[in-house]
Nanobody, 128 residues
Framework: QVQLVESGGGLVQAGGSLRLSCAAS????????LGWFRQAPGKEREIVAA????????YYADSVKGRFTISRDNAKNTLYLQMNSLKPEDTAVYYC?????????????????????WGQGTQVTVSS
């Protein structure tokens, strides 16, 4: 059974940093693309960042480009999201997701329906 567990969320002041982690179990994810999504109250879920299975290609939403960095450690079956210069509008529940099918080494899925497994989410709150 595939399980994804996010951690690292919390309350931080604007301008601060957080590092989210997503630990995967039940399957080796070294050959699958991974992504981070978020959903704020009253808003639709949106992609934040994604990374190809090789790690060689990444995608960032315009709203986080230059502030967030996605990375993966295949040996640890773990996905990370380093979030710097946080803003109040970054407040949301953050979810990690795994694409459940093989894809090209450079391919980065950018829509939620391309992912098959999801974590329970971790709350990030940025105060002004």
């Amino acid at each position: 059974q595939v399980q994804l567990v996010e951690s690292g969320g919390g309350l931080v002041q604007a301008g601060g940093s957080l590092r989210l982690s997503c630990a995967a179990s039940g399957r080796t994810f070294s050959r699958y693309a991974l992504g981070w999504f978020r959903q704020a109250p009253g808003k639709e879920r949106e992609i934040v960042a994604a990374i190809s299975w090789s790690g060689g290609s990444t995608y960032y939403a315009d709203s986080v480009k230059g502030r967030f960095t996605i990375s993966r450690d295949n040996a640890k079956n773990t996905l990370y999201l380093q979030m710097n210069s946080l803003k109040p509008e970054d407040t949301a529940v953050y979810y990690c997701a795994v694409q459940g099918t093989y894809s090209l080494s450079w391919y980065v899925p950018k829509t939620g329906d391309e992912y098959d497994y999801w974590g329970q989410g971790t709350q990030v709150t940025v105060s002004s």
